[in-house]
Nanobody, 120 residues
Framework: QVQLVESGGGLVQPGGSLRLSCAASGSIFSINGMGWYRQSPGKQRELVAVITSGGTANYADSVKGRFTISRDNAKNTVYLQMNSLKPEDTAVYYC??????????????WGQGAQVTVSS
């Protein structure tokens, strides 16, 4: 079994910063891509940022220049540094990871979600 546990969400004023973390644990042989998605009420879940095992990152246009995704492969952890936050960034943020398990299967796992609210 593999679990992803998120932390770091909260309430922040416009222009502020937050850092999300997502740690994977369990029967992990290796992790390929990791990423962050978000979902606002009444909207579909959308991609925020993804990062390969080698560290190549891609971002949604709406967050480019403001958000930074990174990972620590030794800790099986992915981060999302969010700066210059806007009210439209308000959403539940979900991490995911493409895991090759110790049993030889490859699956995508998701975190439980972290609420980020940007409001004055």
């Amino acid at each position: 079994q593999v679990q992803l546990v998120e932390s770091g969400g909260g309430l922040v004023q416009p222009g502020g910063s937050l850092r999300l973390s997502c740690a994977a644990s369990g029967s992990i042989f290796s992790i390929n891509g990791m990423g962050w998605y978000r979902q606002s009420p009444g909207k579909q879940r959308e991609l925020v940022a993804v990062i390969t095992s080698g560290g190549t990152a891609n971002y949604a246009d709406s967050v480019k220049g403001r958000f930074t995704i990174s990972r620590d492969n030794a800790k099986n952890t992915v981060y999302l540094q969010m700066n210059s936050l806007k009210p439209e960034d308000t959403a539940v943020y979900y991490c995911n990871a493409d895991v090759l398990t110790g049993w030889g299967t490859q699956n995508r796992y998701w975190g439980q979600g972290a609420q980020v609210t940007v409001s004055s």
